[in-house]
């Protein structure tokens, strides 16, 4: 049972840091939104509240690339849509009030170890985003900055949609990713920066 207490622990950090950000992230949020006993704390994380909360990262990247693997072999057309969707949810089930808990320790943190935490998840969602997009169909240089664009993209929806309360935000920048997908299928370049 000790195991359940720890990763129930764990879900309620990853849950506060997506609705409430770092800051608002204690060890006795996680205690009052799990019902885990106080001395529970420092015998599961003796490293204290930066164990709990990359504990919490990793098992938000991991919840994240399961969801993803469930399009391998489609196309990237519906990979996108499918990671688009992913973030709708958490918006429309949430009532806009969850965003990324990834994302909140990222701009939040003064730790270059939850850092460091934070850009090992956006990196592995990043190749393999990468990954099934060359397998849908776009070549492997163009799949991979479009998995960058997508990520980008889609959490910066996720945040304009939490702050204007609204969708709309949200579907523009979807719409946008779908037709800019659309057209890397059929051929079409991205646009270089100059360097």
Known sequence: ????????????????????GLQETSFSGVLELTGAPRGSIYHHFPEGKDQLIASAVDLAGAHAIALVNRVAGATAEE???HFVGMWREVLVRSNYTTGCSVLAVTIATDSADLLSHTA?????????????????????????RFAAI?????????????????????????????DQVRDLGSGRRLPQLDR
């Open 79 to 81: 990979v996108t849509a």
């Open 1 to 20: 049972m000790a195991g359940d207490t720890r990763q129930r622990m764990i879900e309620g950090a990853a849950r506060l840091l997506a609705q409430r």
């Open 150 to 178: 997508l990520i980008a993209a889609t959490e910066g929806a996720v945040v304009l949609g939490r702050a204007e309360q609204s969708m709309e935000p949200f579907d523009l920048v979807a719409e946008q990713l779908m």
């Open 120 to 144: 090992t998840v956006f990196r592995t969602w990043r190749l393999r985003l990468a990954e099934l997009l060359e397998q849908g169909g776009l070549e492997q240089a163009m799949a991979a």
